[in-house]
């Protein structure tokens, strides 16, 4: 497998910041996508990061060291509604290999 | 405009029998792929397909097989089903069958296999 690596699960405040890491073997590494999973719901796409840095999408942030194997989605003013499992999702080939996903519970 | 439609919405089934999963993609995509998602883990790969053609097949047994048709929806089979079969199925469609895909799921059908 690809040795997809992410936290089983988080806990934090509504208007409060949270990083969301992901680890994942570089090798056929082709680029990576996030996902947001609300409960019983389908996942929906966040982002997504082929060269190294940081894309910014409102709240929403990604980032990518493709030497490292590594990113991070960063959540900023947290509300309710962002209580879900967020899924990393590598690219190899051209097929996705999902991590097992994090949950993310935002509490009042 | 339709997102991707998914059908049954659930479905039980006993041990060994076989079941058919259909999936329409949105209004012009050509790729469909499909998921296998057990509670509690992220979505596993199974097939890939691009104008009828299978692009990519996860590490699943022969048992499941898939299909496209000339209008671009999908079906799924199973064969023999076996308790841990029983999972949500999802079915993504993406424009084309290139390396960068946003995919967009459907709702799954739910399968118990009792």
């Known amino acids: 497998g690809q040795n997809i690596d992410q936290p089983t699960e988080m806990t934090a405040t509504e208007g409060a910041i949270v990083q969301i890491n992901c680890t994942y073997q570089t090798s056929g590494f082709n680029g990576l996508f996030w996902y947001q999973q609300h409960a019983g719901e389908a996942p929906t796409f966040l982002s997504y990061n082929v060269l190294d840095g940081l894309e910014e999408k409102g709240r929403f942030s990604s980032f990518l060291s493709r030497s490292k194997g590594y990113s991070y989605l960063l959540l900023k003013e947290l509300q309710m509604k962002d209580s879900a499992s967020y899924l990393c999702a590598p690219l190899y080939g051209q097929n996705f290999v999902f991590g097992p996903g994090t949950r993310l519970s935002v509490l009042p | 405009d339709a997102g991707v439609t998914q059908s049954p919405t659930h479905l039980i089934k006993t041990r060994g029998q076989h079941v058919t999963l259909r999936c329409s993609p949105i209004?012009?995509?050509?790729?469909v792929s499909w998921y296998q998602q057990v509670l509690g883990q992220g979505p596993q790969f199974i097939f890939q397909y691009y104008e009828k053609e299978e692009r990519g097949r996860g590490n699943f047994p022969d048992r499941f097989s898939a299909r496209q048709f000339p209008n671009y929806s999908s079906e799924l089979n199973v064969n023999a089903l076996l308790l841990g079969d029983s999972a949500l199925y999802l079915c993504a469609s993406s424009p084309t069958g290139g390396s960068y895909n946003e995919q967009f799921f459907g709702p799954g059908t739910r399968l118990t296999v009792l």
């Open positions: 209004s012009g995509h050509k790729s």
